[in-house]
């Protein structure tokens, strides 16, 4: 899960499609807000200033922790490149209750949370990894669609490396 507003991917894809970045997502470097996908140079928090305090930890428990700093080389000036570090953790629930009954009351909320009124223009609350796994079912039926950009990077990819791109492409 990213804990910027978007992951930097959805820019990359932005850029790809030549349109510009959703409002509220970036900085530019003098730290202006910006929509200029080529501009964008730091993806805001999810969540403002508690969001920025969780992305905090997780830089310190992730990239830091793994003697690999993501985000200082970028505050001093140096160039932005997507590289991921990630943090795993493993929780024996049955060490704080029965799994079976947390598994129940993880349901229960959900049910309790779906249930809940819809904004205007909706008829449907998600759970984490919900649109995600429609998306993936849509894609495996349809295909995946790609901006021409993506199209265009990938064929010279392939070209560089003499590696025959799938038919559709």
Known sequence: MATSIVAAGKVDVARDKGIAVGEGWALDREGKATTDVD????????????????????QCLTSLMANNPLLVPVLQGGEIVHKQNSVLAAVDIGLFTEVDTFAGQVDELIDELKALPKAEGHDHIFMP????????????????????????????????????LPEGL
């Open 39 to 58: 501009r964008a140079s730091v993806l805001l928090p999810a969540g403002g200033p508690k969001g920025s305090g969780l992305a905090l930890m997780f």
């Open 129 to 164: 990894g919900e649109l995600e796994n429609r998306t993936c079912d849509e894609r495996q039926q349809n295909g995946i669609p790609l901006p021409a950009g993506t199209v265009q990077r990938l064929r010279e990819v392939s070209l560089r490396c003499g590696i025959d």
